[in-house]
């Protein structure tokens, strides 16, 4: 309100008076002044504020309006431009900026309780500070037109990378056998010993999946029955999925739906900071880690 009355004092000054104004108005005359010598300095940070929101804006679009404060803040950061985290939620609240928010999905895979089942090796510890030590993997469902897609993951714990998965219009055993192929590949074939954990469902208890695990040297670890904290990180990568590629659309082509998925997880690789990895990109992450490593060693 000061404000508009000091616009309208300078507006109106040459035809009535700075002291006349100032006096209707109820203002004093060294206020008004004081105000216009600050005005350069005013108009520059107006100008900053604008650029900053604009930015702000730009990487919003960028992440299909996923990201809120926080990763929208680690951002320009990574681009070597320092930024307080509290200004950009001040301006993303004021400007109504808002990232998407977490929806509780549905769970797809149906446990088969008459299989042996493996042991919990994980114990709720989903923590790793090595690549290719902690795998989990989960199945979610994407729909397309009247129909369905399934997809199945492999995550390494250590980077949060999606290391493997496999898309199919079924869930036969073959849709998780395959996501554990491409994983095995991607690390170069050299994974014995590293923990799979999955939940229960019929895929991961099948003689199948059991013989590629075997085969390859990997270590199955189950969920315990009912317990959807048992695997709360794969489950985290699909709601993220869900909430920042699928919110608001619905495809009719499954060619366009199979497209898309593997564009966004080349995208959550590469792209997508994760505050678990001190918003970081998991690709990042593992550079970074591999190249500690090595320092170390040579040192």
């Known amino acids: 309100m000061r404000t508009r009355r000091w616009d309208f004092i300078s507006d109106h000054r040459a035809d009535f008076g700075v002291k006349r104004l100032c006096r209707v108005l109820g203002v004093?005359?060294?206020?008004?002044?004081?105000?216009?010598?600050?005005?350069?300095?005013?108009?520059?940070?107006?100008?900053?504020?604008?650029?900053?929101?604009?930015?702000?804006?730009?990487?919003?679009?960028?992440?299909?309006?996923?990201?809120?404060?926080?990763r929208?803040?680690?951002?320009?950061r990574a681009r070597g431009r320092k930024i307080n985290r509290k200004r950009v939620t001040r301006l993303m609240r004021v400007h109504r900026i808002i990232g998407r928010h977490l929806r509780r999905t549905r769970r797809t895979t149906i446990a088969d309780k008459t299989a042996?089942?493996?042991p919990d090796l994980m114990m709720r510890d989903f923590t790793a500070d090595t690549l290719n030590t902690k795998w989990c993997g989960d199945i979610t469902y994407i729909p397309v037109g009247s129909t369905w897609l399934y997809l199945a993951t492999v995550i390494d714990i250590c980077s949060r990378r999606v290391v493997g998965w496999s898309i199919a219009d079924h869930m036969r055993a073959s849709l998780v056998t395959d996501a554990i192929e491409m994983a095995v590949a991607a690390r170069g074939g050299q994974v014995n010993g590293v923990?799979?954990?999955?939940?229960?469902?019929?895929?991961y208890v099948s003689r199948a999946f059991a013989d590629v695990c075997r085969r390859h040297g990997i270590r199955r670890s189950m969920e315990r029955v009912g317990s959807s904290y048992d695997n709360a990180l794969a489950e985290s990568f699909f709601q993220g999925l869900k909430?920042?590629?699928?919110?608001?659309?619905?495809?009719?082509?499954?060619?366009?739906?199979?497209?898309?998925l593997f564009r966004w997880m080349s995208y959550y690789?590469?792209?997508?900071r994760h505050s678990a990895l001190g918003y970081l990109?998991?690709?990042?992450?593992?550079?970074?880690?591999?190249?500690s490593r090595t320092l170390s060693l040579a040192a």
């Open 195 to 203: 923990i799979f954990h999955t939940d229960r469902g019929a895929q």
């Open 28 to 70: 004093s005359r060294s206020g008004y002044y004081r105000h216009q010598a600050t005005e350069e300095d005013r108009v520059e940070r107006q100008a900053r504020e604008a650029a900053t929101v604009a930015q702000i804006r730009a990487i919003h679009a960028e992440h299909r309006g996923a990201y809120g404060a926080p």
């Open 243 to 260: 909430r920042e590629l699928l919110h608001g659309r619905r495809w009719t082509s499954k060619v366009q739906a199979r497209l898309e």
């Open 72 to 76: 929208v803040h680690a951002e320009p």
């Open 269 to 272: 690789n590469r792209r997508r």
């Open 281 to 291: 990109t998991p690709v990042e992450f593992e550079q970074r880690l591999i190249s």
């Open 116 to 118: 042996p089942p493996a």
